[in-house]
Every structure is written in structure tokens, then in C-alpha cells.
């Protein structure tokens, strides 16, 4: 079964930094672009940064470019938002999502149940 | 970028009736070298992420019932829900993927009358 659990999301100030992961299983983690999705309340999914199978191509929104940074860890299935300068727009659920093979962008096919920041003094 | 206009913003359905919604992109997602339309919808309950539906504007996910459908192509796009029922309670968004960044419409809440 696969299954994506994000983890790491909290309060915290303007101005400051979080680090969030996300644990797949299930699937063939190393083989699949992977993407981060955030959705502030009441709003529509945002697309916020995506990850190549191997790590060496990252893309990012214009919102959070040079702010955030995305990474994997292949052996621990693991996928990680670095975000720095955090800002009250950047309030929201933050969901890692899994990409389809051979597309950069494509359907999400598979949905972590999100992690929450709250970004607030 | 593209935009996506999603309408109405919410309907009231009766069960067992059609719902029908409309997503528009401000360009094309239709990409003539293959004849796709890079467009996918999901359907969000409270509480839940979204869910994949359907993918290249009508291909079903698998195990997703065979009274959701999507039809359209170019800018313009229709999810109909066919025999409504009261699961099918939720938000409606469209996405699509054809070009960087990859977009979300703003969703039609489907509730029943």
C-alpha cells in the first residue's frame, strides 16, 4: 500500500524556519519525481516545489524561490521543505504528493494527509 | 502562467440527480503532438488531501466509480458526477499540468439539495 506521512509542521514566528519531512512507503520512492502542495484555509492547493527521481533538479513557485529548498533522501524514503523567512502567507496544510513516472509535472496520484504551519506571532 | 477558473463556485444537487461543473484554463492544455489535455481533477472532503479522480481530462483513476466522468478539450472542461450520492459530498478543483507552474483551479463545492 502506498503511503506518504508529512511531519514536522508548527507554529512559528515571522521571520523564521521549519523543516519538514515526508516518510513514503509502499512504492518505489527513488524512482518518481516528488512534489510538495500547500493549501492555506478555505483556498484552492498551491503547487509549491517538485524534485527529480535522483535529487538533481528542483523547481520552485515564484512565492517561495530562494526561500524554501527541497531534498530527498532516498534511503530513508524520505522527502524533505526546508523553509526559511517564513512568512504569514506561507500559513497553511503543506502535503507531500507523489508525481508520475517519466513527467516532471503531471496528476498527483498519491496524497500525504498534510502537515499544518502556522506562521504567526 | 495559466489560470484556472473553476464554476460555478458551489451547487446544491439532489441525490441520484447530475451534478455538472466547469473548469477553464486561460490557455490551452492540449498539447497537439499527442493529442492529450494535460488535465486532471480531484475531489477534496474536509479534514482529507485531495484525491485523484481522473487524468488526462477522461481517464478515470483506477477505483474511482464509473459515474464521475470528464469530458472537454483545449480551454474548456466538464466533471459530471452521474447518480449523485451522498459521499460525493466534497470540493471539486481541476489541475493542470501541461505547462510550469502547474495550477489548481478554485474549486466547486457540491452539496446536496
Known sequence: EVQLVESGGSLVQPGGSLRLSCAGSGFTFSSLWMHWVRQAPGKGPVWVSRINSDGTSTSYADSVKGRFTISRDDAKNTLYLQMNSLRAEDTGVYYCARGTAGYSDSWYDYWGPGTLVTVSS | DI?????????????????????????TVLYSSNNKN????????????????IYWASTRESGVPDRFSGSGSGTDFTLTINNLQA???????????????????????????
Open chain 2, 38 to 53: 494535460y488535465l486532471a481533477w480531484y475531489q477534496q472532503k474536509p479534514g482529507q488531501p485531495p484525491k485523484l479522480l
Open chain 2, 87 to 113: 459521499e460525493d459530498v466534497a470540493v471539486y478543483y481541476c489541475q493542470q499540468y501541461y505547462r510550469f507552474p502547474p495550477a489548481f483551479g478554485g474549486g466547486t463545492k457540491v452539496e446536496i439539495k
Open chain 2, 3 to 27: 489560470v484556472m477558473t473553476q464554476s460555478p463556485d458551489s451547487l446544491a444537487v439532489s441525490l441520484g440527480e447530475r451534478a455538472t461543473f466547469n473548469c477553464k484554463s486561460s490557455q
